[in-house]
């Protein structure tokens, strides 16, 4: 099946900074997605974006798919922006999404 | 906005005990899923359903059963629980149509003693 890798694993900024979340995938895919875990658990969808870039204020998201990445920038991060971010694929029209391991972020005061 | 509602936020049960989790979306959604979460293993995929009553199996359905007898309502069922179900698991729904995503509910923690 598809791969999802996505890096790195663990990430801790400074708030204020600025960062760039890498997902690399190993086949052509039909979507893509980029979710927010906050503390309680709960998948918050950011982007969806299997193609092209996209912003939503402090976020936004860039997907080559002739290259198989996709890259997630935040800017001047802020403390509620920790959590754990996850890149997910679908490979093919109406399959499951598959998902990485994802990075976990801290923004630290 | 869609909701998917999780029935529990929290469940703690016994070793054997038959386990029902209950998951409901608003938006009249085609595609349903479940996964689970395990720390260091992400999100692993248990069973999708594309239709009412239709049901597939997903990378890990050992040990589970789902039902899907209403379009709205996705159940996971635990036929007999074992500590090694110990987990945090995600519903999910969607339209099955290009340009919509996923929508994830809240989570279920289950605790299996």
């Known amino acids: 099946g598809i791969q999802v890798e996505q890096s790195p694993p663990d990430l801790i900024l400074q708030e204020g900074a600025n960062s760039t979340l890498r997902c690399n995938f190993s086949d052509s895919v039909n979507n893509l997605q980029w979710f927010h875990q906050n503390p309680w658990g709960q998948l918050i969808n950011l982007f969806y974006i299997p193609s092209g870039t996209k912003q939503n204020g402090r976020l936004s998201a860039t997907t080559v798919a002739t290259e198989r990445y996709s890259l997630l920038y935040i800017s001047s991060s802020q403390t509620t922006d920790s959590g754990v971010y996850f890149c997910?694929?679908?490979?093919?029209?109406?399959?499951?999404?598959?998902f990485g391991k994802g990075t976990r972020l801290s923004v630290i005061a | 906005d869609v909701k998917v509602t999780q029935s529990s936020r929290y469940l703690v049960k016994r070793t054997g005990e038959k386990v029902f989790l209950e998951c409901v979306q608003d938006m009249d959604h085609e595609n349903m899923f479940w996964y689970r979460q395990d720390p260091g293993l992400g999100l692993r995929l248990i069973y999708f359903?594309?239709?009412?009553?239709?049901?597939e199996k997903g990378d890990i359905p050992e040990g589970y059963s789902v039902s899907r007898e209403k379009k709205e309502r996705f159940s996971l069922i635990l036929e007999s629980a074992s500590t090694n179900q110990t987990s945090m698991y995600l519903c999910?729904?969607?339209?099955?149509?290009?340009?919509?995503?996923?929508?994830f509910g809240s989570g279920t923690r289950l605790t299996v003693v």
């Open positions: 999910a729904s969607s339209p099955g149509l290009d340009g919509y995503g996923y929508t």
């Open positions: 997910a694929v679908e490979r093919t029209g109406n399959t499951p999404l598959v």
């Open positions: 359903s594309y239709d009412v009553k239709m049901k």
